[in-house]
């Protein structure tokens, strides 16, 4: 057996008027994620830690932002087919440990709503998805809501 571990980190900058995307579901705010896809900086950090373990590059190499085929686009459908290519190279996910980087909005009551989307869009247990959430104590990017941050570490297996 093979394992492998990945990090991932994503940062996307908050503005008012914009859909909320986080773990895969949509979050009632009044800011939202800024970017050339839905901005769902956790299943990007997520993306990004599953292809570095796999020594597949990063998620703007496979979707770039200057590209209209990924404009607007769902981040689930990124991270399926990131799967995918987990899957072409023989690799299995053994588990996902992530952290949410805000200020506001609270997203604890949102937390198994996301480890249950996550978990089906990669046909993988529940119990195998880690969310956890901070604040930078008013510190900062985030700490300000200029931004949101994500980071993920990821444990793989051939």
């Keep these: 057996m093979k394992i492998r571990v990945g990090t991932g980190y994503d940062v996307h900058q908050l503005a008012e008027g914009i859909d909320f995307w986080l773990g895969g579901i949509?979050?009632?705010h009044t800011k939202g994620s800024v970017g050339h896809s839905d901005a769902d900086v956790l299943i990007h950090a997520i993306c990004d830690a599953l292809l570095g373990a796999a020594n597949l590059r990063d998620i703007g190499y496979h979707f770039p932002d200057t590209s209209s085929d990924f404009k607007g686009i769902d981040s689930k459908i990124l991270l399926k087919r990131v799967v995918?290519?987990?899957?072409e190279k023989g690799y299995a996910i053994c588990n996902i440990d992530s952290i949410i980087i805000l200020q506001k909005p609270k997203v604890k009551p949102y937390?198994?709503?996301m480890r249950e989307t996550l978990a089906k869009v990669m046909e993988i247990d529940i119990d195998d998805i880690s969310i956890k959430a901070t604040t930078t104590e008013k510190l900062g990017f985030t700490g300000r809501e200029e931004g949101i941050a994500a980071q993920a570490v990821v444990l793989i297996q051939k």
């Design 84 to 87: 995918e290519l987990l899957k």
């Design 111 to 113: 937390i198994d709503t």
């Design 26 to 28: 949509k979050i009632d």
